[in-house]
């Protein structure tokens, strides 16, 4: 449907009206002919004929059809569309991606392939953030430091490919899980949502950074925000060597303990993801605790229509001007 939205915009309609009747007229008794627009005045004009009135009219005509334009562009016509569904939700998410050095183990298999922990925890992770319509979604990457990779957006695709360049050794060998934590907690805080929730993806225990982990998870439960921790790593693989094969714990350094510690200050849960299987049923639970809770809510888009008419406004006014043009000379 058309919409008018500065309908008082009509009000300068009679304006020009209103000016010739102030203001007199400038009288020329040598060109009073073609400064007088009323065909009753130009027929007292001695020799003046009635041909010589027609290009006069059309320009009157033209001239108000382009004021009559410029005052609809003014009061800003708008088409308004059906109207569409949008889905909102109250929950902030952040995400911190651990990319020690660690994490370069080649102990998870997709499509028949071993794969290092950063590929399948970008592999799950993808599938995660495209299902959580509606959410703002950030990312963190942490080694020996903890840095924002994308701020809190709805722009999903952004966070993938922000995760997607993410690489192994980007922020340093060690791992700073406190000031991973911390680092949330700062995005986290002041954001007017009722749910903000942390992910927490680590194959080790913390060995750098300023801020222990359970003194940042305190300071997360202050603030009500729930951090899910996830352990990565196999508990076991076969490495064959000189000497033969021997079975090894490539998760050895993984601090449980920590983890689970930290989700249970905060309301949250600990997971361990030993390999694919395990890694999507994980992101699935965590579907189901943060479910995707949309507040449904409508708008009607619109559609400017003003430049139409301006438009149109304008090419008269230059039509106008050479017509005058042309008959000066």
């Keep these: 449907m058309l919409e008018i939205l500065w309908p008082w915009a009509f009000l300068a309609l009679p304006l020009p009206l209103l000016v010739r009747h102030l203001l007199k007229a400038e009288h020329n ?28 009219r ?29 889905t909102l939700s109250r929950r902030d998410m952040m995400m911190a991606v651990d990319l020690s050095g660690s994490m370069q183990e080649k102990d998870f298999m997709i499509n028949d392939q071993w794969v290092d922990r950063l590929t399948a925890t970008k592999w799950v992770a993808r599938k995660f953030i495209k299902r959580r319509h509606g959410d703002r979604i950030g990312l963190i990457l942490f080694g020996d430091q903890a840095y924002l990779q994308a701020p809190l957006t709805q722009d999903r695709k952004t966070v993938l490919q922000f995760l997607d360049e993410a ?3 980007l922020a340093g060998k060690q791992t700073a899980i406190g000031d991973a934590i911390g680092l949330a907690v700062k995005r986290l805080k002041n954001n007017p949502s009722e749910q903000r929730v942390l992910i927490l993806l680590t194959d080790g225990a913390n060995t750098a950074g300023a801020v222990s982990p359970l003194k940042a998870a305190d300071l997360a439960n202050q603030y009500g925000i729930r951090i899910y921790t996830i352990g990565i790593g196999a508990d076991e693989m076969i490495v064959r060597d000189f000497f033969g094969s021997r079975r090894v714990n490539p998760s050895s350094d993984l601090d449980e303990k920590t983890l689970r510690s930290i989700a249970d200050k905060t309301g949250g849960e600990y997971f361990r993801a ?56």
């Design 167 to 169: 690489v192994i050794g």
């Design 29 to 56: 008794t040598q060109d009073a002919a073609l400064r007088t627009p009323f065909l009753d005045e130009l027929t007292q004009i001695a020799g003046v004929k009635r041909s010589r009135l027609a290009p006069r």
């Design 274 to 329: 030993r390999n694919m299987t395990e890694f999507n049923k994980i992101y699935a639970l965590i579907d189901q605790l943060e479910p995707v809770e949309q507040q449904a809510e409508f708008f009607r888009p619109r559609k400017e229509l003003y430049f139409w008419p301006l438009a149109f406004a304008v090419v008269l006014a230059f039509l106008i001007g050479l017509v005058q043009l042309f008959r000066k000379e």
């Design 58 to 86: 059309w320009l009157l005509l033209f001239a108000a059809v382009a004021w009559l334009l410029l005052i609809i562009a003014a009061a800003r016509p708008q088409w308004v569309g059906e109207p569409i569904q949008q």
